[in-house]
């Protein structure tokens, strides 16, 4: 028998410049509870260092949370990478941040907060 999985899989967290800070893991897990959903992939900006804090948040709340990053290619192409263990995305963060050109400038994309599952910036 078929189940329907309602799943976004494509949510920044506080660590995108897109992303607000409010977006940390216990206020993302309550919200896509309270919209229904049963899954959802955290996808940053060519980092998953918010990917372990949601993957523990969502355990705790009852929600399916798949690693994932949001990786732009040299040519300004946004490609969304899915993962099913945590491990593989991290690996895929080790490679990329072998290839950035330089460290994150604050004036220019914003704050890019790592918080624990406890919603703690760390």
Do not use: W
Not at 3 to 19: E, F, K, Q, V, W
């Amino acid at each position: 028998m078929l189940r329907t999985i309602r799943a976004d899989l494509h949510i920044h967290s506080c660590l995108s410049p897109c992303g607000d800070e409010e977006m940390r893991p216990r206020a993302v897990v309550r919200q896509a509870l309270a919209m229904g959903l049963d899954m959802i992939a955290i996808c940053d900006h060519n980092s998953a260092e918010n990917v372990a804090s949601f993957m523990g948040a969502g355990l705790k709340g009852g929600l399916t949370v798949l690693p994932g990053m949001e990786v732009t290619s040299q040519e300004e192409i946004h490609l969304i990478a899915l993962f099913s263990r945590r491990e593989d995305c991290i690996a895929l963060q080790e490679l990329i941040y072998r290839n950035l050109p330089g460290e994150n400038v604050e004036e220019v994309f914003g704050r890019q907060t790592i918080v624990n599952e406890k919603d703690e910036t760390i």
